[in-house]
């Protein structure tokens, strides 16, 4: 979410447009018009929004659980998600394996990949690397996006 | 395990697949080698190999009762009944292992040297420039310069050159009077001064480091990391990451590299790494000649390594494009990383150079009797005249045609003999540039040639042969056009 430099007010595509229109110029001037109170603030550039992103990624957080898939807790599973969906470090168990027509999930199940096992991503580039007890294993994303598993939180590592 | 641990912990389905394991096996009347009961589960999961054995000794009515009793578990089985007796086993074996092992609780998160080691070699930031170290010291310091450069120097032109082959000379001119039989023998292209010297001065040494080099990283566990951070490239060249142990093999010897293409899963691969193996890769004896051709010409090493890598892209792309189907999923075990034991490291050394050597040295020999016989009755000449337009459009001396031929018989061949025009001045940097990057892409050997019959087909190894063909003459060509109007000289 981006808000106004100036007067803190919450910026949208929609709203920008808008205020851009009132403007003589042709653009080009890589400058954001605040609909409030028109102040102009620089564009950050993709590669600046990019870098931001990636450092804000690498910060441990705990794994956010949005409100609209439903976190009454319980026995239920929080939220059902594919293991790719995960950020690198984060621990979850394992709940469903997708069964595809070629058979792949029986290569999953081989591994050792079942579920109710509790898995760590250890890292998602160039290739996913999963921890299941005191084995490691190597996956591309074709394959890990059929492990549907439940988050976890950082305290219930095994 | 001992027996009786898996008897305390039976492993026994759900009482529904229980039950129709027991109708299946009172069932069976035929004599197999395998339990009734393992036979009844492998029927349940439709395997085929079953099926067909069990279709051969059962009657008509018995087998529509098997069947009926298979359709009925299916059609009752949600989740599907593979999955389910998976499960099972999977559960079954966590139970036996709990009873067996003793162990202190595991903290991921404690780390050992080699969990450390690990993560830094599959971690992209730290990943690639080890390999980068490792493909430097590991292959080209110690393969490539060390290996094909310092010993092969010192047996080739110390050993051989000034002491053994002098005096083979001398004793096969002494003992033999024809003229012919000496030139077989001792000639210029001779089965001692060719063949065995070739085998044993230039090819013994630089195979003996690169299988060394190859079983250290095999023991380290190096090698599945390797193709973890490899996988997402060779997707993009319809192959995944298993691709890399025959093509890194393959730097070492493309024979064993195609026969070891069969640890991948599919056909589409297998033929896809195989031509990769045939036009792009160079063998380590290949290599080796490249190397030390090229190695007074910096600027053309590294023209040689870019066209080379240029093609293997390209080339790669297109083949992925062209052929159906769609790239293998990959996974694969990471084992954690060992220091290799070097008994284990020598002797997996020793076996595979016992192979190599037996498999390549008659060749060797046979390699130098054709070109005697081709001498003597004159084929080689005109095959070497008929080369010649297809050298001269390249812009190389006619000489090199006699190179080319060789590297129909080895690939090393070719580019030795380019070796000799070389240190005979015949060559300009230019020059040496193009036909090293021909002989490069040139079709297989011999060898590699049978190997890929045997194991694709003579129908895809003959297309492999012409399209190889094809782009390293292309390829050449329009290097040498290139080079000639950009006024590059290296």
Known sequence: MRVCAFCGQELTQEGIEKACRGCGAFGGCHLIKCPACGYEQPQEPRWLQRLVAWVRRRQPEPIRVSPQRGITGGSEPLQRLPLTALQAGSTARIVHIVQDSEGHWRKLTALGIMPGAVVRLVQKFPSYVLQIGYTTLALDYQLTAQIEVEPLTTESEP | MSSSLTESVPLRYSPAIEQAIAEIASLLRGSY????????????QNDAEIWEEVRLQETPTTLERIHAVCERLHQRSEPPLAWQIEQQRQQWSQQIAALALSRTTYDARRRTRADIIGRLCTNPWTGFPILAVVLYFGLYQFVGVFG????????????????INPFMERLV????????????LVGEYGVWTLGVTYAIALILPIVTFFFL???????????????MLIDR????????GRAVIPIVLGFGCDTMATVVTRIQETRRERVL?????????????????VLALLAMHPK?????????????????????????????????????????????????????LHWYFLEVF?????????????QLTGLFDMAVRGLTPVVRALSLPSDAAVAFLFGFFRRDYGAAGLYKLSEQGLLTGNQLLIAAVVLTLFVPCVAQFLVTIKERGLRAALAMFVLALGIALLTGWMLAQTLDWLGVRV
């Open chain 2, 33 to 44: 080698t395998l339990s009734e009961r393992t036979l009844a589960l492998l029927l349940l």
């Open chain 2, 148 to 163: 094909a450069g310092t010993v092969v120097d010192w047996l080739e032109n110390g050993l051989f050159g000034q002491y």
């Open chain 2, 173 to 184: 001119r002494s003992l033999v009077p024809w003229g012919a039989i000496q030139e077989l």
């Open chain 2, 213 to 227: 080099m190859f079983a250290l990283l095999e023991d380290t566990g190096y090698l599945p990391r390797l193709a």
């Open chain 2, 233 to 240: 490239a060779f997707k993009w060249l319809g192959l995944n």
């Open chain 2, 273 to 289: 790494t195989t031509f990769l193996l045939t036009l792009a890769i160079p063998c380590s004896a290949q290599l080796g000649v």
């Open chain 2, 300 to 352: 053309g090493l590294l023209i040689w390594a870019g066209v080379l890598v240029a093609t293997f892209l390209l080339i790669g792309w297109l083949a992925a494009q062209v052929l159906p189907g769609n790239p293998a999923p990959f996974y694969m075990e990471l084992p954690p990383m060992r220091l290799p034991r070097l008994s284990n490291v020598l002797l997996k050394t020793l076996a595979r």
């Open chain 2, 362 to 374: 008659p060749l060797f020999l046979l390699a130098s009797v054709l070109i005697w016989i081709g």
